[in-house]
């Protein structure tokens, strides 16, 4: 029985972070080190879907355990400002939001491009240390590539983005 006991104990963080993910075939954690302290992707992956973060969890600087939830199959990282950025892509392009984990505020913040694209892929990456993310959109319509335009998402009380002329 205490065996039992022990086993319930050591793995209930794996099922929670399974339950959190929803019922697909595999689940696993990766770590990722901001300035604000140690953060635990949680990932899943299924039949026909790519691997995903469903979910972050972190310690706050008073101790307390938190969880958010994201959903994205790109993690992009700003160590510096504590700020992990989502974009959830597949074979056949990504979606128009975006969704940033504010590791400091404990918040997330979203973002829908103003693209009216109906097949894009995004690339994402941070402005240095700064707390502005720059998008670029490739956008294909009917098996042609148009021209790739950009946009500066500035993520500070909410995520504004904004057509750049880079």
Partial sequence: MKIVILI???LWPLLASAEHCGPRAKHWNTAVELDSGPVTLHWTS???S???VCGVSYKTSSG???MLEVWGSEAVVNKTQSLLAFLFCEDDGCRKEILVADITRGVILKAILPIHSPQLF???KWNGATRDLLIEVVAVSD???LPPSHFVCSTA???????SGI
């Avoid at 009380?157 to 057509?163: M, Q, T």
């Fill in 157 to 163: 009380e909410s995520v504004r983005c904004v057509k």
């Fill in 8 to 10: 319930t104990l050591f």
């Fill in 122 to 124: 995004l690339k994402a």
């Fill in 143 to 145: 098996a042609k590539a």
């Fill in 64 to 66: 307390e355990s938190r």
């Fill in 50 to 52: 790519p691997d995903s």
């Fill in 46 to 48: 299924g039949y026909e």
